[in-house]
């Protein structure tokens, strides 16, 4: 079955940015429509973004204009370029499929925007 690990997270400044990693295992990678989530604490998770097996992606508004998500398939890698981060963007950041399966939630990456 597909495992999928994030990494990349870590403690920035406003107007920051941070680059994710989800690297997957025990799956044909290519052929899955992949998102990134985050959730903050006592919250629901929430869609950041979503890419296409073929790399056609899918931005939640408060992600349009200050992220990007890509893969490569070769790597078996989705990644997540974030900039010009708020602190309304910390949270606890997930890879999962275009439509969330909870076998494949992981730990998460950790993305704390603070000053």
């Known amino acids: 079955q597909m495992q999928l690990v994030e990494s990349g997270g870590g403690l920035v400044q406003p107007g920051g940015s941070l680059k994710l990693s989800c690297t997957a295992s025990g799956t044909i990678f290519s052929n899955i429509d992949m998102g990134w989530y985050r959730q903050v604490s006592g919250n629901q998770r929430e869609l950041v973004a979503r890419?296409?097996?073929?790399?056609?992606?899918d931005y939640s508004d408060s992600a349009k204009g200050r992220f990007t998500i890509s893969r490569d398939n070769a790597k078996l890698t989705m990644y997540l370029q974030m900039n010009s981060l708020k602190p309304e963007d910390t949270a606890v950041y997930y890879c999962n499929k275009w439509t969330p399966v909870t076998l494949y939630w992981g730990q998460g990456t950790q993305v704390t925007v603070s000053s």
């Open positions: 890419i296409t097996s073929g790399g056609t992606p």
